[in-house]
DNA sequence: TGTAATTTTGACCACTTGGTTAAACCTGTT
DNA sequence: AACAGGTTTAACCAAGTGGTCAAAATTACA
């Protein structure tokens, strides 16, 4: 059954998303989310009520796209080392595909730290898990002893970073060339996995 | 020959850096930095035009402050791994007494990325020195082949992550406890630079 | 086909915000 | 004391904002 609204709500969500992701829920205005949908900004309230709530459904969706993986590779049972690699690999990968994601949520991060962290923990993180393997692989010796918290925060600062900081690093070191950015941020995939195992495995 | 206004532009261009640092320019108001500044709204007119030519003061003051010792270090001559515990030591100190910094520039970073290339280089960073040491040691054999880029950014990302991320680091891996976190942070200014040397020292 | 329910729209409202202005207020000078 | 200069203020304005509403358009259904 098609109903009369064939997919308003949903375009509306598209649209929001797009708006949002780009430019933060403060510089965002309801009537370029509207236009972006290509409909009246009354719907935008007869579908979600309010900015606050149309945003909070986009910043969900977001985050259930993005933390499970992360929650389920984190567990994965595979040796520490792979994990690194693949870890990087596919955050990268992603963070590649999705380039805004780092300030949209630094950004956020700012205006509700608390409900990201309940957000996180309800779509399964759990660091704890990894803290373990990396405590068991520093007592078998083969890897040096380091805290797993800073570990895993090396590792998330690595990946992260170059995106946040992007347009100032793109125009100090790489001659504004959008190109050879990007070459550079590919080659992290790999660069980022070597420098970190590089760093922690015992000679 | 004290003049009337005993300071008043001080007064409002301190009142100014607090709020826009705390809560960037589009969610500072130029009501609620007159009010900081203890004076009516329309004397920050009278000083400084408008609401963006003040921002701009202050943007200007704070990158001043921030840059010019980050360029003195990088030309610094002294051995590439004393100077890499230096730097990281140095600016994650800084850090540490203006945590608000990173959220800062990586929201103007997103605004107006050129001109901050521009001030950036204005007041006088130039990675190419740093970059032909690295490279020297790398022909020296001191340390594995690396793309300086690659290893800037990684010192760089290191440093500053952890301060944008913080309340979403904290509350994931340190069970929100300040103290806890200021600790890490405090410790990083050694694991930071001991991580970076572990990984491209050769052995 | 006619009617009720739902969806969509344009006009509108209340409020916030950056910015202006004319008048009041010093403060030093004669 | 009176004047002249810059300084400070309260009141105000225009534009932009999220949000509302009644009417119009469309759809569902008898």
């Given at each position: 059954?098609?109903?009369?609204?064939?997919?308003?709500?949903?375009?509306?969500?598209?649209?929001?998303?797009?708006?949002?992701?780009?430019?933060?829920?403060?510089?965002?205005r309801m009537?370029?989310?509207?236009?972006?949908?290509?409909?009246?900004?009354?719907?935008?309230?007869?579908?979600?009520?309010?900015?606050?709530?149309?945003?909070?459904?986009?910043?969900?969706?977001?985050?259930?796209?993005?933390?499970?993986?992360?929650?389920?590779?984190?567990?994965?049972?595979?040796?520490?080392?792979?994990?690194?690699?693949?870890?990087?690999?596919?955050?990268?990968?992603?963070?590649?595909?999705?380039?805004?994601?780092?300030?949209?949520?630094?950004?956020?991060?700012?205006?509700?730290?608390?409900?990201?962290?309940?957000?996180?923990?309800?779509?399964?993180?759990?660091?704890?898990?990894?803290?373990?393997?990396?405590?068991?692989?520093?007592?078998?010796?083969?890897?040096?002893?380091?805290?797993?918290?800073?570990?895993?925060?090396?590792?998330?600062?690595?990946?992260?970073?170059?995106?946040?900081?992007?347009?100032?690093?793109?125009?100090?070191?790489?001659?504004?060339?959008?190109?050879?950015?990007?070459?550079?941020?590919?080659e992290r995939?790999?660069?980022?996995?070597?420098?970190?195992?590089?760093?922690?495995?015992?000679?």
């Open positions: 059954m098609i109903k009369g609204n064939q997919g308003t709500e949903e375009r509306i969500f598209e649209a929001a998303k797009n708006v949002f992701v780009k430019k933060g829920l403060n510089n965002s009537q370029e989310i509207a236009q972006e949908a290509g409909m009246n900004k009354a719907l935008l309230h007869y579908y979600y009520r309010s900015k606050e709530k149309l945003f909070q459904a986009v910043f969900n969706s977001v985050m259930k796209r993005v933390i499970p993986p992360i929650a389920e590779m984190l567990e994965k049972e595979i040796p520490l080392f792979e994990k690194i690699e693949f870890i990087v690999d596919r955050y990268i990968n992603s963070l590649i595909s999705n380039p805004q994601i780092p300030v949209f949520f630094i950004q956020e991060i700012q205006r509700n730290p608390q409900q990201i962290v309940e957000i996180i923990k309800k779509y399964g993180i759990k660091p704890e898990v990894f803290f373990q393997q990396i405590e068991n692989e520093i007592k078998a010796g083969n890897i040096i002893d380091i805290q797993p918290q800073q570990l895993i925060v090396n590792l998330l600062s690595l990946c992260v970073f170059p995106f946040a900081a992007r347009p100032v690093v793109q125009g100090m070191i790489f001659e504004n060339d959008k190109k050879k950015y990007d070459q550079f941020l590919f995939k790999k660069e980022v996995s070597k420098f970190i195992i590089n760093s922690i495995r015992k000679k």
